[in-house]
C-alpha cells in the first residue's frame, strides 16, 4: 500500500514568511510524529498524534511552531516568521496503534534564506 | 551528554568485510532500540529492532543490545558497496503514551570496493 507521503517536497521561504508543511500518513495509522533533521544530524522529535489528539509536543523549538491533525488523518505543520534556523528537513513519520515501528515519509527541505 | 551517542564517522570498510557501528544509550528506561538506514537525501528506513539483551539476526544484519553497559551494536556481514549509507540508532522510552524516538547523530558507513 501507499507509504507516508509529505508536500511539499522542497519548500524555499524568505525570512519572516509562513510555511505549512503537510503529511499523510499511512492509512489506519492511528500515531503520526514530526522530526526535524538538521543536516548532518540525527532526526529530533517535535511532536506526537494519536488520532486527533497532541499527546506531546515537548519538542516543538518555539511559540513559532504548530502543528494540527484536526480529523486524526493528515496532518500540517505550521511554522510562522520562519528563520534561518528554522532550515532543515521535516520529517512525519507514523505507525499503528501500541506498534514500535515508525515509518517515515520522504521529508520536506525546507531553506529559509 | 546527548542521550543517544554514535561516532560520526565515516567508517570504511572493504567489499566482504564485517562493519561494526556502535551506538550508547544514556536513559536506563530505554525499553526498545531500533537502527534505521538513511541514503543520502532519503528518509530513514528501519533494518532491525530489538527489545532483549543478547543478539538477533536477521540475513546479513545483526543487532546486539546490552542494557547493563547500555549499548547496542549493528554488525553488517559480507558488506556490500550499497550498504554506504548513514545509521541512526534510536531509542524509545515506553512511557505511557510517550512513544517518541531519540536518535543519535548517525555513523557514515563506507564500502569501498
Known amino acids: 500500500g501507499a507509504g507516508v507521503s509529505q508536500s511539499p517536497r522542497y519548500k524555499v521561504a524568505k525570512r519572516g514568511q509562513d510555511v505549512a508543511l503537510r503529511c499523510d500518513p499511512i492509512s489506519g495509522h492511528v500515531s503520526l510524529f514530526w522530526y526535524q533533521q538538521a543536516l548532518g544530524q540525527g532526526p529530533e522529535f517535535l511532536t506526537y498524534?494519536?488520532?486527533?489528539?497532541?499527546?506531546?509536543k515537548s519538542g516543538l523549538p518555539s511559540d513559532r511552531f504548530f502543528a494540527e491533525r484536526p480529523e486524526g488523518s493528515v496532518s500540517t505543520l505550521k511554522i510562522q516568521r520562519t528563520q534561518q534556523e528554522d532550515s532543515a528537513v521535516y520529517l512525519c513519520?507514523?505507525?499503528?496503534?501500541?506498534?514500535?515501528?515508525?515509518?517515515f515519509g520522504p521529508g520536506t527541505r525546507l531553506t529559509v534564506l | 551528554q546527548k542521550e543517544v551517542e554514535q561516532n560520526s564517522g565515516p567508517l570504511s570498510v572493504p567489499e566482504g568485510a564485517i562493519a561494526s557501528l556502535n551506538c550508547t544509550y544514556s536513559?536506563?528506561?530505554?525499553?526498545?532500540f531500533f537502527w534505521y538506514r538513511q541514503y543520502s537525501g532519503k528518509s530513514p528506513e528501519l533494518i532491525m529492532s530489538i527489545y532483549s539483551n543478547g543478539d538477533k539476526e536477521d540475513g546479513r544484519f545483526t543487532a546486539q543490545l546490552n542494557k547493563a553497559s547500555q549499548y547496542v551494536s549493528l554488525l553488517i556481514r559480507d558488506s556490500q558497496p550499497s550498504d554506504s549509507a548513514t545509521y541512526l540508532c534510536a531509542v524509545k522510552v515506553n512511557t505511557g503514551t510517550a512513544s517518541k524516538l531519540t536518535f543519535g547523530t548517525g555513523t557514515r558507513l563506507q564500502v569501498t570496493l
Open positions: 513519520a507514523s505507525s499503528r496503534v501500541g506498534a514500535d515501528t515508525q515509518y
Open positions: 536513559d536506563r528506561g530505554s525499553q526498545s
Open positions: 498524534f494519536q488520532n486527533e489528539a497532541q499527546l506531546d
